[in-house]
């Protein structure tokens, strides 16, 4: 007799949806989750707790990644402790769903072929995947419900095929929102409404209970107070505990996966809260660290059978990882150039910009290339409310310190004359060699165990894309009357969009996962993070990643 | 925020962990890693023995330097609130004082201001706290022109940035004259005392 039917390890996104779905079929399962259980009592505005002391993260010094950059030709290893670039994305139950903004995008049918639909790309690994569009469907509808998504289904160049409206109307949206739909129709684009993982009602169903947006204007990196945004851990976890058949474990430091002679997973070994060593063992094993943790963590788990980690015998385990690229711009609205009615809305906080473009998903620019690119969205949105961090920003002056009154009046204009509006641009991070994670020979997490190395090149090819993206953006901001407009591409990961490392495909030489996400090497090991990307697309990855975990706990369910 | 940007995208000031805290971190630790890993190595101060005829500056209380140096920084005027106004004293205080705090952070800290204070005393023969305002924005032009300084004094005004822009539960922005001034509208709920990030540490 096992322990449990099913073991998860990981609390987030890839988690949740199985262990919800799972446990409402009445299986026994267990979520062990390395950080510790907020819950909605926890969470305020607080921008000391939210973004500026180490409290949903790991202290560096303690857990951290060693991350290997290009530098003049050679790959230079930095550990993050050293360099202070933090690639903990939110370590509690819930994972980093609870710090998202809930952008929510659908991949378009053409992800999941991209290799066949644009052709390869020297340098790229890309790939198509074993799935379409239309099987991961029923589980995007599925998530609108569950996890609840706040949208309208309207008519636009470039959706997705779809067939009911959202459950929940769109959030309430600023005033910005319609001039960027004018601005957008003078220019000849198609302005899009953006679904959010936001109720904007409550959620009073047999999916949960939940209360709506307060819209208190805090949102992105602040944990949600109300519950109205769709995190694993309100809309999914709880509700998989009240069931009666999920036990979600805080504090739960999974070291290994311990396999047997025949690769099959007999145990998993963690460190509880008081640093004791503990195993359990269950049918089913689920993995959904987050891509990053999910690699490391089965290229620690060596085994008889597994000399390079579990389910590496393919040598796959880690490679093509994914973040996503693009860059970011921003233009101001000077306050002296409207008039008071105007200066009214724009100043108003809490309602959501809500707007995206997506004309340029496939790029038919004959200045660009003869044929048809892949290319990707520009999100409009404000600029995330971190007050303190705004103001140090402000200190330099070029390289000179600033401080007394001249200080003191730079504060003043930037934080009372005008309000910036930024858009941010997502486009495929193309797979390649040269971003991968492996295990670091030398430095060690506090519980002894080796730590992930991350290689984080990029492809050219991504670079131009987001240039492409980025300049539209910037039309549009000169079309609202924005002034002193600027933006930047960079081959920089955002630690926060990452995918890959465990791809999935018909293949087991060239991928880790089947088509159902269960490793092609190991019978009761699945993995339900966004590692199971063998492409990214060119939107942010939770929507994909929690209907993902739908699909797999379906097939785990009917086994 | 949707994309968290690298630490030296200085332009991006929506990260997570914002840009010039990274900046001011990496500096911190490659100045330290330079200084043989010791804060002290970074701010020399004179052996006891040598200053056996003054009262030894390191041994002083640091706080009414502090103060005397964050007013300096950030001083009061008619319609601006000044480091007195917004608490900042009390709250690097309660900012040292915090557990969770780095050891290097609260160090540099303190030993920064003994090492200010050393340098009055050679340059002027007098404490900080006695200077004018011509003689003490002179001493802090000559230690920002070096790097430990420079990064010292940048530190020093990180905290007062806190003590103006975060929530008056933690002690600064007083009467919430900070967000008054900036015409900032905080987020809602705020934190109550037993909800602080120390509080939250212990879930």
Known sequence: ?559 | MNRKPRPSETSDTTALFSSWQQQLLSRRRFLLAAAGGSVAAMFPLPSPSATTNNKPAAASDPWPVIAAVQQHLFPAEKDAPGAAEINAPAYLQFVVSDRTLDADEREFILQGTRWLQDITEKKYKTAFIELDYEKREQVLRHIASSSAGENWLSTLLLYIFEALLTDPVYGGNKNQAGWKWLQHTPGFPRPPADKTFQHLLKI
């Open chain 1, 1 to 559: 007799m096992k322990d449990f039917d099913i073991c998860i390890i990981g609390s987030g996104a890839g988690g949740g949806p199985v262990a919800l779905t799972l446990a409402e079929a009445g299986y026994s399962v267990v979520v062990l989750e390395k950080g510790p259980w907020f819950s909605e009592k926890d969470f305020y505005k607080d921008e000391l707790a939210c973004c500026r002391r180490s409290v949903y993260t790991p202290n560096l010094r303690d857990e951290q990644h060693v991350i290997e950059d290009l530098e003049d030709g050679r790959w230079n290893a930095t550990p993050t402790s050293e360099s202070g670039w933090d690639f903990w994305n939110g370590n509690c139950v819930g994972g980093s769903s609870n710090f998202m903004s809930g952008f929510f995008h659908r991949l378009k049918p053409v992800d999941f072929y991209q290799l066949s639909e644009f052709g390869p790309i020297e340098g790229a690994n890309r790939a198509d995947w074993p799935i379409s569009y239309d099987e991961l469907a029923p589980y995007y509808d599925r998530v609108e419900q569950v996890v609840g998504v706040s949208g309208k289904f309207e008519p636009h160049k470039n959706i997705e095929p779809r067939t009911a409206d959202f459950p929940y109307p769109p959030t309430r949206e600023h005033a910005v929102s319609g001039w960027i739909d004018k601005a957008c129709d003078e220019l000849g684009y198609h302005s899009l409404r953006v679904p959010r993982a936001i109720l904007s009602e409550p959620q009073n169903t047999q999916q949960g209970n939940r209360r709506s947006c307060e819209y208190s204007g805090y949102c992105g990196s602040y944990g949600c107070s109300s519950g109205a945004k769709g995190s694993s851990r309100a809309a999914l976890l709880d509700r998989a505990v009240s069931s009666g058949h999920c036990q979600v474990r805080p504090h739960s430091k999974v070291t290994r996966l311990i396999s047997n002679a025949k690769g099959k997973i007999t145990q998993v070994e963690y460190i509880d809260k008081n640093n004791r060593k503990q195993t359990l063992d269950a049918g089913i094993y689920v993995v959904a660290c987050q891509a990053i943790e999910t690699s490391r963590l089965l290229l620690h788990s060596t085994g008889p059978a597994f000399p390079d980690g579990l389910a590496n015998n393919s040598g796959q385990v880690g490679k093509n990882l994914l973040f996503s690229a693009g860059g970011s711009g921003s233009g101001d609205f000077n306050f002296d150039d409207f008039d008071a009615a105007q200066l009214k809305q724009l100043r108003q906080l809490g309602p959501f910009v809500n707007r995206a473009l997506d004309d340029w998903y496939t790029i038919n620019d004959k200045q660009l290339a003869g044929r048809p690119l892949k290319g990707g969205i520009v999100e409009f949105l404000f600029a995330h409310p971190n007050p303190t961090s705004r103001a140090n920003s402000l200190k330099w002056d070029d390289d000179k310190l600033l401080w007394g009154k001249p200080l003191k009046r730079k504060l003043e204009s930037w934080f009372t004359t005008d309000r910036s509006l930024r858009f941010e641009v997502f486009n495929d991070w193309l797979p390649t060699d040269n971003c991968f994670v492996s295990l670091d020979r030398k430095i060690k997490d506090r519980w002894s165990t080796p730590v992930a190395k991350v290689r984080i090149g990029y492809h050219p090819h991504d670079l131009k894309i987001a240039a492409y993206l980025a300049d539209k953006g910037e039309q549009v901001l000169k079309q609202l009357g924005a002034v002193r407009i600027d933006s930047s591409v960079s081959g920089s990961p955002p630690a926060n969009l990452v995918a890959g490392g465990c791809r999935f495909g018909n293949d087991p030489k060239t991928s880790v996962l089947d088509k159902n996400c269960r490793a092609h090497e190991v019978e009761n090991l699945y993995i339900t993070d966004g590692s199971f990307m063998p492409t990214g697309g060119s939107v942010p990855y939770t929507w994909t990643i929690y209907a993902n975990a739908f699909r797999v706990a379906d097939i785990i369910k009917n086994l």
